[in-house]
């Protein structure tokens, strides 16, 4: 079982900046952020596992970096360069050790917080 709860959602105009927390019981665990925008699937945006590892769905590769804090047990989402196509409710998802390549399939995180709204206005 991973507890997972997000902060640092807010608005913020096109070009702008944020970051996502997602603080966790237990950070040693392949790690995800999804979104789903209004009217829209959820989807897959970046990952990281055990070996922290990451990958990235191609819309925000080179503006999204995510990371794990193990001193704080967290796990990290910088959002920089955002679009208004960026907007949507973020969720952070937790599934089992592991140290291959990371899917962005929700089907692999049987853990989910309550997600955070990022609101990017152009």
């Known amino acids: 079982q991973v507890q997972l709860a997000e902060s640092g959602g807010g608005s913020v105009t096109t070009g702008g900046s944020l970051k996502l927390s997602c603080a966790a019981s237990r950070i040693n665990v392949r790690m995800a952020w999804f979104r789903q925008a209004p009217g829209k699937e959820r989807e897959g945006v970046a990952c990281i596992n055990s070996v922290e590892l990451t990958n990235y769905t191609d819309s925000v590769k080179g503006r999204f970096t995510i990371s794990k804090d193990s001193a704080n047990n967290n796990l990290l989402l910088q959002m920089d360069s955002l679009k208004p196509e960026d907007t949507a409710i973020y969720y952070c998802?937790?599934?089992?050790?592991?140290?291959?390549?990371?899917?962005?399939?929700?089907?692999?995180?049987?853990?989910w917080g309550q997600g955070t709204q990022v609101t990017v206005s152009s």
């Open positions: 998802a937790a599934g089992p050790i592991a140290y291959s390549y990371c899917p962005l399939a929700q089907i692999m995180y049987p853990y």
